[in-house]
């Protein structure tokens, strides 16, 4: 176990060491000249022998005290040495926490954009369907869905859901016509507990369906994935789903709703600023402004907090 003065000590003697004045080494610290002779005189205490002789008006560095002083600058030297190296390579790295489907559907095909248009800048996707912890996780930014109101963050609105039933042709032809929201919920629904299942049920006043035996899958991207093979209707979030929908790869079936969440960009409040963070957001919200179904994912005028179900 390391027996050591306080940093804080050493620090001050440190900067007078080089100044030979408490003075100076007081502006350099932004301290007072008081707090500087004290905390050397702490220091001298701690130590049992004088550092500095003490004339009028001035100091000087005892012979005694010069390698403590030497060995403390070339430390503080190589500490301040690692901590930039450090910083840099956080200022190099941008590291961001994204859920699954939206990792895959939206953010990964463009991603190789905001790359081209940062160059100098290495960036990380972690996909996790986890809430990311900032102070825990190692990532600088993260898509949410929910509200924005998370304490302690900066959330940026990105985009509305909207989701609707969908279904390939082929299970159309094989088992239509699904008409109606009575004729989709009674065709083979794929995870048919789901949220969004519920409450676009709950929208078109079906309260009352019956559980039955279906599919359960955990995630959209696995869901859209057994919709294109015909393997039945899922219930899908129409912007991550454009160009299936737009090659007839997928058939919406019936009215969509906009969800009660929203999609966020967040981060820690104190870092909003950073230039890496806010050239992500500048670039990711773009992104969703120039998607071909801006018109349906774009913010409520009013509150995109505010909880609603609308008719697509």
């Known amino acids: 176990m390391r027996s050591l003065p306080p940093l804080a000590s050493i620090r001050v003697f440190e900067a007078a060491a080089r100044h030979e004045n408490f003075t100076s080494a007081a502006e350099?610290?932004?301290?007072?000249?008081?707090?500087?002779?004290?905390?050397?005189?702490?220091?001298?205490?701690?130590?049992?022998?004088?550092?500095?002789?003490?004339?009028r008006g001035r100091v000087a560095l005892l012979e005694t005290a010069t390698p403590l002083a030497t060995q403390a600058t070339a430390a503080f030297d190589l500490l301040n040495d690692a901590v930039s190296r450090m910083?840099?390579?956080?200022?190099?790295?941008?590291?961001?926490?994204?859920?699954?489907?939206?990792?895959?559907?939206?953010?990964?095909?463009?991603?190789?954009?905001?790359?081209?248009?940062?160059?100098?800048?290495?960036?990380?996707?972690?996909?996790?369907?986890?809430?990311?912890?900032?102070?825990?996780?190692?990532?600088?930014?993260?898509?949410?869905?929910?509200?924005?109101?998370?304490?302690?963050?900066?959330?940026?609105?990105?985009?509305?859901?909207?989701?609707?039933?969908?279904?390939?042709?082929?299970?159309?032809e094989t088992y239509g016509p699904l008409d109606t929201p009575q004729r989709i919920l009674a065709s083979r629904v794929l995870s048919p507990d789901d949220r969004w299942w519920i409450n676009w049920s709950a929208h078109f006043g079906i309260t009352d369906t019956p559980p039955v035996p279906a599919?359960?899958?955990?995630?959209?991207?696995?869901?859209?994935?057994?919709?294109?093979?015909?393997?039945?209707?899922?219930?899908?979030?129409?912007?991550?789903?454009?160009?299936?929908?737009?090659?007839?790869?997928l058939v919406r079936l019936g009215p969509a709703i906009y969800g009660r969440s929203s999609v966020w960009i967040a981060c820690p409040e104190h870092q909003r600023n950073q230039p890496k963070l806010k050239a992500f957001r500048d670039w990711l919200v773009a992104e969703a402004e120039n998607h071909p179904m801006k018109a349906i994912i774009r913010r409520d005028p009013d509150d995109p907090r505010r909880e609603v179900d609308l008719d697509g």
């Not at 248009?117 to 912890?133: C, E, H, I």
């Open 28 to 55: 350099e610290l932004g301290m007072t000249q008081a707090a500087v002779s004290y905390q050397v005189k702490s220091l001298e205490a701690w130590l049992g022998a004088p550092l500095f002789r003490r004339e």
């Open 87 to 172: 910083r840099a390579a956080d200022e190099a790295q941008l590291t961001i926490s994204s859920y699954g489907t939206f990792s895959n559907r939206f953010l990964a095909p463009r991603l190789g954009g905001f790359q081209l248009d940062q160059p100098d800048l290495a960036v990380r996707l972690d996909v996790n369907d986890a809430l990311v912890d900032f102070a825990r996780d190692d990532a600088d930014v993260a898509i949410r869905v929910g509200r924005g109101d998370w304490p302690g963050l900066y959330s940026q609105f990105l985009m509305r859901v909207q989701y609707a039933p969908m279904a390939s042709p082929d299970f159309i």
């Open 215 to 249: 599919i359960r899958l955990d995630s959209q991207m696995i869901e859209g994935n057994a919709a294109l093979a015909g393997q039945g209707i899922a219930m899908l979030d129409l912007a991550l789903w454009t160009d299936e929908i737009g090659d007839g790869r």
